[in-house]
């Protein structure tokens, strides 16, 4: 298999995403997401599986009568995932595998992912936004709650990250 | 011409999309590896890559609101509501530890053929699922300490925007150069190479330091 391209330099990566923020304002007056999309997905999904609880959802209810999928943010995700198929294609960065440290087993890395994406999912919606919606586009409008959101975001991953290192190596 | 523009159409929705995209995965934000290498401190990509592009942007959105192209006000700001903000940062800076993503990085993660993403995007669903079952007695929590309304930070601190630009740039710079000095000491920054290295993610390759040049 051919080597893969580097990755970009942090500070080209920066600039450039900050540009993309900056369009996306002026577009929209909002900034990019990306939680939003997966709370639009369970919200089909509990459709399809439970309609009658679904509509009755005292959070989901309104987004399952209006239509789950209609919304900005689901084109833009999925603007999101051919922009980053191409850019790993492009950049022979694509691979398709589970990524984890040597010693631990692809199951447990499985595991290990679904428990983070519960916290994830639960506290993306507890903060209303995630790192995309609500630290980044918040944070481009000096928001007081986008910086409350990162201060806790960066200390619970430095101190989580103490307790479950040895899951990575 | 006044902006924003309030498209909210899918043609430009996909544009931005594709460029945050294209951005994500090319700083190596579909590594889950790479991501959490930030909290031991060996790589700070997640750092640099994010507080450059909110002093990028929130530059450029204090520049045109100050020549006028944009209305004052015609943004979207969110409200702080102490408690669950704080709490929810929490519990995303402690599942994206444990998971190796947040969602914009998990779409990227999938996106450029990682299995484990897509483990961790069910648990999200699973996890907002939840949320929304056990919301109506969350509801108080939910709605806690809330801030004034679209409150940001010059108007929190009474300082005007361009200090707060300046200290935010500052603080970019100092992560730069914090960086420069710890990342070595603990393996150097994750390469490409060494992320996909022995045929791939599956394989559970080891991560090697770096020799220092």
Not at chain 2, 111 to 122: E, K, Y
Not at chain 2, 169 to 181: I, M, P, Q
Request: net charge positive; hydrophobic share 55%.
């Amino acid at each position: 298999m051919s080597e893969p391209r580097p990755f970009w330099n942090p500070l080209v990566a920066g600039v450039a995403l900050g540009l993309v923020l900056l369009a996306s304002f002026l577009v929209t007056g909002h900034g990019l997401g990306a939680s939003g999309l997966f709370t639009r997905l369970t919200a089909g999904l509990a459709a399809l599986v439970a309609p009658l609880e679904a509509a009755a959802n005292s959070y989901l209810g309104g987004l399952v009568k209006a239509g789950a999928l209609g919304g900005w943010i689901t084109w833009e995700v999925l603007g999101l995932v051919l922009g980053a198929l191409a850019g790993s294609l492009f950049g022979r960065r694509f691979r398709i595998g589970i990524e984890r440290g040597s010693g631990v087993a692809p199951g447990n890395r499985l595991a290990w992912a679904f428990a983070g994406g519960a916290l994830v999912g639960f506290g993306s919606r507890l903060a209303r936004g995630c790192t995309s919606g609500l630290g980044l586009s918040g944070g481009a409008t000096l928001a007081v709650a986008a910086f409350v959101f990162l201060i806790a975001f960066f200390a619970a991953g430095f101190a989580t990250m103490a307790l479950v290192r040895r899951s990575w190596q | 011409m006044t902006l924003p523009l309030g498209d909210s159409g899918a043609v430009l929705a996909l544009i931005l999309g594709f460029f945050f995209g294209l951005v994500l995965e090319g700083a190596g934000f579909g590594s889950p590896r790479k991501l959490v290498a930030q909290f031991t401190l060996r790589d700070f990509a997640v750092f640099k890559v994010m507080m450059t592009a909110v002093v990028v942007a929130a530059t450029g959105l204090w520049l045109l609101e100050a020549i006028g192209l944009i209305g004052s006000g015609a943004l979207y700001v969110p409200t702080l509501f102490f408690w669950s903000i704080a709490g929810g940062g929490v519990l995303i800076g402690a599942g994206f530890a444990m998971g190796g993503y947040c969602p914009g990085t998990s779409a990227a993660g999938l996106a450029s053929g990682r299995i484990d993403a897509l483990a961790f995007i069910v648990g999200m669903l699973a996890g907002i699922g939840v949320f929304a079952l056990l919301f109506d007695g969350l509801r108080p929590f939910y709605n806690a300490a809330q801030g004034a309304p679209r409150q940001t930070l010059d108007q929190l601190l009474g300082l005007p925007v361009p200090v707060i630009l300046i200290v935010l740039a500052a603080a970019a710079v100092g992560g730069f150069l914090l960086a420069r000095r710890l990342e070595g000491r603990f393996g150097g920054p994750l390469t490409s190479a060494q992320v996909l290295a022995d045929g791939g993610p599956s394989r559970g390759a080891k991560l090697s330091a770096q020799p220092r040049s």
